[in-house]
């Protein structure tokens, strides 16, 4: 150890040591060159014979081996520099979240103007794609104020198209292609949903995924971040050619089969968690009444498991436990007079914070609804002006 | 002739073409609005135009002027602009693109005689997956049909190229233009992260003339001649620009911390790296100022020793490019 101190506190060693490293070599070599160009050549000429050198040549590290070892110079650590662009770039874009949640690994192994296909056998139909306005960077609440920005996309909701259906026999054929047609023209037209899963199992791209889908307006969900109000712009929207009403029963095994691998593939893109996968009925709110279910699609037998999720109605209903919104009668019935186990979550949820605050369980949800109603103006009066609150409470524009 | 020497670095952006070759020791810049305008063609106009020396095409019954007399003829019809390019890359809906796109290139480069050219291509804007492999090929295409010996370079890494050879071309190079704002990590030359996000100008043209009803166009000119960051508008189209400019750089900050608190493979940066602002959108006095101030707020991930606006936020990106065809 005496002898690693000594190393440590001699300046000129340590620059030696320092040069040892391949890239702060090549740095102090660059700044030799006076001309800017010579200078770019140099660094563009060795930063390819970097990427060029064995990994274990390039991972070479002297500072640690030098005071154990004297006739090694260097210890493995990582590169500095990435093998390549073109490498880097598949990833770049990824954002990772917060959790350690392990997320499904695909990659797209072919595309054209026509369809996209994935490692994990996904074929997406791009031919019908349509393009929004940019997904804006939309604010995520904490205590009704928002805490911080997210840009992509944080979670999944899924619908139902709630168009009419043909039986599903060999005989319909036709009649199944040209309603399935008819519901994509529909959805194109309204840019109601990034993907359209039809009965087939056939996944078409209807809104590119850059772009915001106006798939679940007053909508509420949150996760470990805060709370996202009106998923239009948090939430990546993918819609079965489905019925609720007598119909679930009806989802073909080829769709869940392609929700599945669908599912995957946006996890696997955006770093979604489990958790963040949801149904239209479980984040649709209807802001006037201050109920849940103003949507019932896939209220209940959403099939979360064959999905490969975790069975998200048990998680405590977002709109319940952070913004004070009740269910009803209507929305029972529509759950299959089954009350989801999230909401038993979320109602003990809300009792937990009332006490927590020391206020009345009546009152507590008043003044949630209050926050609630605060951000609704907000987003409803100007999205942007949302956004600008969020990061400046004061109202300070300039 | 000295090719080298005879190199050219292209900024083929959204809303203007910059060429930058080297005179002697200095670097020479010239640009073209990459836009054009159809007149109704009569035989008077188009003897007129040619007597001006004003670039134009004709199309059926149709005149269309292009690059930078575009503007004019559009401010004087009361009439938008046509595009050859969207968000960054080639319109694919616009039928002109491409014929127009190589007038406008011919204009501003003439033959190219087998010289070097290096011109830029965006990144994938964030959400999107790569859509430049078809505009990347189609300029290659028109730049070898003109005789050049073409090469891309990412758009973000020309700023590097063109703004920080005092850090060895390590650092955070921004380039905001009409239909993108173009960012690239680059250590020691190398690019390390780019992407793009697709809020630029244009979104806060098309924005602002949605709110105030007036045309985009004039509401560019309006943003490009007049706006400044100063906390209080008279004005009513000034301040709806200002709400769209403090959207976008929020967009753009929430897209740089996001990236790069996210991103793996960071080069471990032994100290501050500088980032440096350019394009026409950084344009506007406090531009700077403001995108500091959100910066700062924002628990920006990477230790910064200066933020910076480029030497000449028009040119700097199509210098970098040049840098990059001389040092080929």
Redesign the interface.
Known sequence: MRHFASISSNPSLQRAIHLLDP??L??FR??RIAD??????Y??RT?AQTSNTPAFLRNLNARKALPYLGLLLFLLTPS???SS?RD??A??????GATKEAFPKVW?VE?NADY?SYSNGLRVETKLRVSNR????FPIYVKGQSAG?????AGIVFHTTESHLAPFEAEENNQLKRLARNVIDLVRTHQSYHYLIDRFGRVFRIV???DVAFHAGWSVWADEQGAYVNLNDSFLGVAFEAQTEGGLDKIQPAQIHAARVLTEMLRSRYRISSANCVTHAQVSVNEKTFRIGYHTDWASNFPFAELGLADNYATPVASMAEFGFEYDSVFVKAMGNRLWPGIGAAERRLRESSTANGVPAPKWKSILQQRFRKIANQLASNP??A??TA?DPQGE?? | MNKSAQAIGLDVGTSRIVRAQQNGSDFEFESQLNAFVAIPYSKLTASVLAKEGVPHTVQGSEILVHGNESEKFADLLNAETRRTMTCGVLDAKEPESLPQMRSILTSLLGEGKGRKLVFTVPAAPIGHEENSTYHEATLKQIFSGMGFDAKSINEGLAVVYGEMEETNFTGIGISCGGGLCNICLSYLAVPVVSFSIAKAGDYIDASASQVTGERANRIRIAKEEAFHFNGFFADKTQQVISVYYDDMIRSLVAALRDTFTSTRNMPKLSRPIPLVLSGGTTLPQGFHDRFEKILNESHFPIALSEIRMASNPLHSTAKGALVAALSE
Request: aromatic residues 2%; proline residues 12%; hydrophobic residues 25%.
């Open positions: 890239a702060s090549r740095e660059a700044r800017p160009v010579e200078r770019l050549r660094l563009r930063s500095p520099i990435p662009t880097i770039s990833h770049e874009r990824r954002l990772v797209i595309k996209e940019p997904r804006r960077p920005f997210g840009s992509a996309p590119e995924e850059g942007s002006a956004s600008q990061n524009s300039q």
